[in-house]
């Protein structure tokens, strides 16, 4: 390993005040637009790119790296303080962020949203460094048949954030699965679903789901139940910098759930294709099933923001590995990445493995050091975005609710989407008042079209006999093994629950 | 037996998510055969699955009988607030992001949740200074004119 080549990186951007310079400028910006439901991080990339032209390529690449690297950790505050996730992957923070919010936890909440966002960050980066010479067998391996399986084995993470009835969490998930085929059949091209209507001949937007789901129903239960998104008084409550402390306390007390959801958000990050919004629940599904407690989430338990957190931050590392390697972008904003950095002159491909290496450390310490960066500004502004959990809901209600419909219609630039929010909304709120659980449906739609698309593949290829594949026998354990732990997990608890009546 | 309102509304959702997976199914049957594949493995069970789920909430409504009184204060609260969603949808709908969001803002606050004049009026105007400096002018993001303000500037 060419170790003076990667600390020499890192010396290039210390040593550097103008480096420094563009990093701190970057961070707000890209947490910025990750916070503002719609923007998201591609369209930030896409409106900076004016401004790094003529930079040069170390320069122009470590400041749009490091906005990029942040945009989740933005995107975690409309999360927690309003269930707006400010982008699609950010909606996993959503289940236990914003029950810690009414329980006072706000400023806890956002400590630990972005403690777990800066240590993602800092080990996917770690993670990438340590698994350079490895990566491309690896990531090779990955056939369509794991792609399914892969899939297959986040969607059996519906049964575990089902809550007390597993009949209502199968059926959501089910209408998530059922939402991702509205859509033009990827094998056939019929159109399915889609009524003519052009607009969803892409699917369902996923933006316009999640704002739909969780969004609106909050916003229409906060008005039913009227005070504010926090439910208890202020006398007590953790928004303030303790709170923050504490949630970032919390990253370092679940050390081994921050590792293990970052190195699994890292991984997911370097398949092309599979997106970095399964990253986020595989990872929140990963903390359920691994808890000793796994009652607590969806009620406001911390490492339910920490997991999504972290692989939400990591995956950025991962989806880098590919992009420049192999110039197949690991996520849609790593796509518009790959053309800043064409345009400023880094060539990405199987080359840059020979002569460019300079750059791509320098990419993975600016990765790292933009999510540092980010933990240290916004910890000292997490108390007063805490306070705007007390702010009244008649004054949040109508920006939220603009917010929501800008956000649905900016993430197509389609006003029909503002319909499918409408009609998303309605349902959520039925299904919030009466006790259905609403992330399986999001797990569904995002998974869905994944395991049908590399389904057909993986038949078309090798048969039913792509189940015997190497990768997808190593897949259908890991399935196996996760029923198995929920369906022993389940008697157990029921078998407590019985002697704890009997007694 | 009288049934409450929330519990004619837990057999209402149950039935309407065991409707949505009949339809899509019945539709998924005139698909091309690879095309309605994956959409009848999730929707025939899901059929069934919503079938047991109304099941078991129309033996929970039988079996109480009680009316909650705060419910009709509630409803009274979700009403207003769908016709609030509903007035967005449309406002925005006709008249764009810039010229419906702020009166919108002005109409929830001032009309809709009877806040002072003033709060109200800070709120339209910073939403449109929003919208129309940051969003439009700012970052150049072109919004939504609204279907009705498109057909009349054409």
Redesign the interface.
């Known amino acids: 390993m060419d170790l003076s080549g990667i600390f020499g990186a890192l010396l290039e951007i210390v040593g550097s005040p103008y480096h420094v310079f563009l990093l701190l400028i970057a961070v707000p910006i890209g947490m910025f637009f990750g916070a503002i439901p719609g923007l998201g991080g591609k ?1 930030g990339i896409v ?1 900076a790119i004016p401004f790094v032209f003529g930079m040069d390529e170390t320069a122009g690449a470590l400041f749009l790296i490091a906005m990029h690297a942040v945009v989740h950790t933005g995107g975690s505050v409309p999360s927690i303080l309003f269930g707006v996730p400010g982008t699609g992957p950010d909606a996993a923070t959503i289940v236990d962020g914003l029950p810690m919010t009414r329980k006072g936890e706000a400023g806890r909440a956002l400590g630990a949203a972005f403690g777990a966002s800066g240590f993602g960050g800092v080990i996917g980066g770690l993670f990438i460094l340590a698994v350079l010479p490895l990566l491309r067998p690896v990531v090779l391996a990955f056939s369509p048949a794991e792609f399914f399986l892969l899939a297959i084995f986040g969607i059996t993470f519906i049964a575990m954030l089902s809550g007390d009835s597993l ?2 969490g ?3 998930g ?2 998530g ?2 939402m991702a ?1 509205v859509t033009l ?1 990827p ?2 091209g ?1 159109q ?2 889609t009524f003519d209507l052009l607009f969803l001949w892409d699917g369902i937007d996923i933006i316009t789901a999640v704002l739909g789901m969780f969004a ?1 129903p909050e ?2 239960a906060l ?2 139940a ?1 005070g504010s998104m926090a439910q208890v008084s202020k006398e007590g409550a953790k928004y303030g910098m303790a709170g923050v402390l504490q949630g970032l306390g919390d990253v370092f007390r679940h050390w081994w759930l921050s590792i293990r959801t970052s190195v699994i958000g890292a991984f997911i990050g370097m398949i092309p294709g599979l997106g970095g919004d399964a990253a986020s629940w595989i990872c929140y599904g990963h903390a359920v099933q691994t808890s000793k407690t796994p009652e607590r989430f969806g009620k406001g338990a911390v490492e339910g923001v920490i997991a999504p957190e972290t692989s939400n931050n990591s995956k950025e590392g991962g989806s880098l590995l590919p992009t420049l390697f192999f110039a197949v972008p690991g996520s849609s904003g790593m796509a518009i990445l790959l053309g800043a950095f064409v345009m400023l002159g880094i060539q990405p491909g199987p080359g840059l493995m020979l002569g460019g290496m300079d750059i791509v450390w320098i990419l993975i310490w600016a990765l790292m050091l933009a999510n540092i960066a980010a933990v240290a500004m916004f910890v000292l502004a997490a108390p007063t975005l805490g306070y705007l959990s007390y702010v009244r809901g ?2 949040l ?3 939220v ?2 917010l929501t ?2 956000g649905a ?2 993430s197509h630039r389609a ?1 029909e989407n ?2 499918l ?2 009609v998303l ?3 959520g709120y ?2 919030k ?2 006790s ?1 659980p609403r992330p399986p449906f999001v797990i569904g739609l995002i998974l ?1 079209g994944i ?2 698309d590399s ?2 593949k993986s038949m078309a290829l090798w048969g039913p006999s792509f189940l015997l594949r190497p990768g997808a026998l190593i897949m259908l354990g890991l399935i196996v093994l996760s029923i198995g732990i929920y369906v022993w997990r389940t008697i157990k608890g029921r078998n407590i629950a019985e002697s704890y009546h009997a007694g | 037996m009288q049934v409450s309102a929330a519990l004619n509304g837990r057999v209402g959702t149950a039935l309407a998510v065991m409707l949505v997976f009949v339809t899509m199914s019945l539709i998924a049957l005139g698909f091309p055969e690879k095309a309605r594949l994956m959409p009848l493995m999730v929707g025939v069970p899901g059929s069934v699955l919503g079938l047991a789920q109304l099941i078991i909430e129309i033996r929970h409504s039988a079996a109480q009988t009680t009316v909650d009184a705060d419910i009709a204060e509630m409803n009274k609260a979700e009403r207003s607030m769908f016709i609030w969603m509903f007035l967005y949808f449309f406002g925005i709908l006709g008249f764009g992001f810039i010229y419906a969001a702020p009166l919108l803002v002005f109409g929830f606050l001032y009309i809709g949740r009877k806040e002072s004049l003033p709060i109200s009026l800070i709120s339209a105007v910073a939403t449109w200074a929003v919208l129309f400096g940051f969003f439009e002018k700012g970052f150049e993001i072109p919004l939504f004119t609204g279907l009705i303000v498109e057909s009349i500037i054409g």
């Open positions: 369209l409106l009949i209502k199968l059926l959501v089910f209408l699965l059922m085929f059949d094998q056939t019929a399915r679903y609106i916003m229409i008005c039913v009227g008649n004054l209600i109508p920006f609710l603009t419909f800008l219609y900016l006003w503002m319909v929010l409408v909304g309605t349902l039925f299904l008042k009466y259905w869905g395991a049908e389904f057909h």
